[in-house]
C-alpha cells in the first residue's frame, strides 16, 4: 500500500516537538507551545529547541549577546546580495545568501554555533533584500538591547515597534518556529542524512518553504480578507466562495481536526493589538462568520481558524506588505529546521525510501 504524502508514515524519532492533531496538542520539549508564545521570548524558546530545556538568567543572557553578535552582514554578504538580480525573489536570494555561507570546514557535522549563526542572520538578510527592492534607505544600526523579534521589526521599518507589536511578532516566532516533519523540515533532515552540510540542508527547507502549500498561506488570507473589505461583506463573500467549492484560506489544517493551538494563542495576543484597529476587527468577524458558515456547509468536518489566519492579522498588523509573510516564517522556522539537522546528526541514517514503478516493462528477449 502507498501512503501518497507520506501520509501517516512515521520517518524518525524525535524529542523536539510533539502533535496531538486530535487533541489540539503542540508540545516543544515538554512545555506547551501555546504558554511559551505567551509567557517566553524567541531567545528562550530557540534555547528550550536547541538544547532541550529552558535557559537559566545567565544563559539567557549568554545567547542574547551571542545572536547580537551574529545579526551583521559580512562585507562578503552584501556584495552577493548586490550583485543579485532585481528580479530575483526575495526567498531565492535567502536561499542563496544561505549557501554561500557554507566552507569546506562545515561539513559535517553540524553545531549549535552554526544554528544561532542562521538564526540570527535570516531576518538582517531578510530586511536587507526588502529595502534593495523597496528602494529605502537600510539602516543596520546594531541596538544591543532589542530582543530578536524588536530589531527584526526594527530593522524592516527603521524604527523602534511599539510593545504590542513586539509582543506579538514575538509570540508569532515562537509558534512558528516548529511544526514536526512538515514539507520543510523533513527536506533538511532529508539533506542533513547525506552528511552534507547544515546550510545545504537549510537551503533545501526554504526551497521547500517557498512553495504556495507550504509557506504561502498568510498571503491567501490577506487576499480573502482584502476581496471582503469591510465586515458587512464576510456573509456574503464567504458563503459565495463556499457555493463555488472555493477553500477559504486560514481555516483547516492537514494536522489539527479541533483548535490550533497557535491560532488560540495569537488570537489572545491580537488583543493587545486592538482598540480601534480595522484590520483586526474584520479578521475577528471574519473568523466569526468563516467558522458558523464551514460548520453549514460542511457538517461534522470541524474545521477551525489555523494559525495563518492570525499570523496574517498579526503581521499585517505591524505594517508588513504581504511579501515579508514567507520569509518570516522561514525567520521563525530556522530554529525549527536546525533543531532537526542537529538531532538527525546525532543518531543518522541516511533516508532511501522506496517507490513503485508503474510503467511499462520492455519485451522478453
Given at each position: 500500500m502507498i501512503a501518497k504524502g507520506l501520509e501517516g508514515v512515521t520517518a524518525a524519532e524525535t524529542g523536539i516537538s510533539h502533535i496531538d492533531g486530535a487533541k489540539g496538542h503542540l508540545v516543544y520539549r515538554g512545555q506547551w507551545a501555546k504558554d511559551l508564545a505567551l509567557h517566553h521570548t524567541f531567545e528562550e524558546a530557540a534555547y528550550l529547541l536547541w538544547h532541550g530545556t529552558l535557559p537559566t538568567p545567565d544563559q539567557l543572557a549568554e545567547l542574547h549577546e551571542d545572536l547580537v553578535q551574529q545579526r551583521r552582514l559580512t562585507p562578503e554578504l552584501r556584495r552577493l546580495l548586490d550583485a543579485l538580480p532585481r528580479s530575483t525573489p526575495l526567498m531565492s536570494a535567502l536561499q542563496c545568501a544561505v549557501s554561500s555561507?557554507?566552507?569546506?570546514?562545515?561539513?559535517?557535522?553540524?553545531?549549535?554555533?552554526?544554528?544561532?549563526?542562521?538564526?540570527?542572520?535570516?531576518?538582517?538578510?531578510?530586511?536587507?533584500?526588502?529595502?534593495?527592492?523597496?528602494?529605502?534607505?537600510?539602516?543596520?544600526?546594531?541596538?544591543?538591547?532589542?530582543?530578536?523579534?524588536?530589531?527584526?521589526?526594527?530593522?524592516?521599518?527603521?524604527?523602534?515597534?511599539?510593545?504590542?507589536?513586539?509582543?506579538?511578532?514575538?509570540?508569532?516566532?515562537?509558534?512558528?518556529?516548529?511544526?514536526?516533519?512538515?514539507?520543510?523540515?523533513?527536506?533538511?533532515?532529508?539533506?542533513?542524512?547525506?552528511?552534507?552540510?547544515?546550510?545545504?540542508?537549510?537551503?533545501?527547507?526554504?526551497?521547500?518553504?517557498?512553495g504556495p502549500l507550504h509557506g504561502g498561506a498568510p498571503t491567501g488570507v490577506i487576499r480573502l480578507l482584502d476581496a471582503i473589505g469591510a465586515p458587512d461583506q464576510a456573509e456574503p463573500v464567504l458563503r459565495a466562495m463556499l457555493e463555488r467549492g472555493e477553500r477559504l484560506m486560514g481555516f483547516g489544517h492537514r494536522v489539527y481536526k479541533t483548535r490550533d493551538p497557535r491560532a488560540e494563542a495569537l488570537r489572545d495576543v491580537c488583543a493587545g493589538l486592538a482598540g480601534g484597529d480595522p484590520w483586526l476587527d474584520l479578521a475577528v468577524h471574519t473568523e466569526r462568520t468563516a467558522i458558523r458558515l464551514l460548520a453549514e456547509y460542511k457538517p461534522g468536518r470541524e474545521l477551525y481558524t489555523n494559525v495563518e489566519f492570525y499570523a496574517a492579522a498579526v503581521m499585517r498588523a505591524a505594517g508588513m506588505p504581504a511579501s515579508l509573510f514567507t520569509p518570516t516564517f522561514t525567520a521563525a522556522r530556522i530554529v525549527g529546521w536546525t533543531a532537526h539537522v542537529l538531532e538527525q546528526a546525532a543518531g543518522n541514517r541516511i533516508y532511501r525510501p522506496q517507490s513503485l514503478y508503474t510503467g511499462v516493462m520492455p519485451s522478453a528477449t
Open positions: 555561507l557554507a566552507g569546506d570546514e562545515s561539513a559535517w557535522p553540524p553545531t549549535r554555533w552554526q544554528a544561532l549563526q542562521l538564526t540570527a542572520l535570516l531576518p538582517v538578510i531578510t530586511a536587507y533584500r526588502y529595502h534593495q527592492l523597496s528602494g529605502t534607505p537600510w539602516d543596520e544600526e546594531n541596538h544591543g538591547e532589542m530582543g530578536h523579534a524588536a530589531h527584526y521589526l526594527f530593522l524592516l521599518f527603521g524604527r523602534p515597534a511599539t510593545p504590542a507589536q513586539i509582543r506579538a511578532m514575538n509570540a508569532y516566532m515562537v509558534l512558528a518556529m516548529e511544526h514536526g516533519l512538515n514539507a520543510s523540515t523533513f527536506a533538511a533532515r532529508v539533506v542533513a542524512s547525506t552528511e552534507s552540510d547544515i546550510y545545504s540542508a537549510v537551503g533545501a527547507a526554504i526551497g521547500a518553504m517557498k
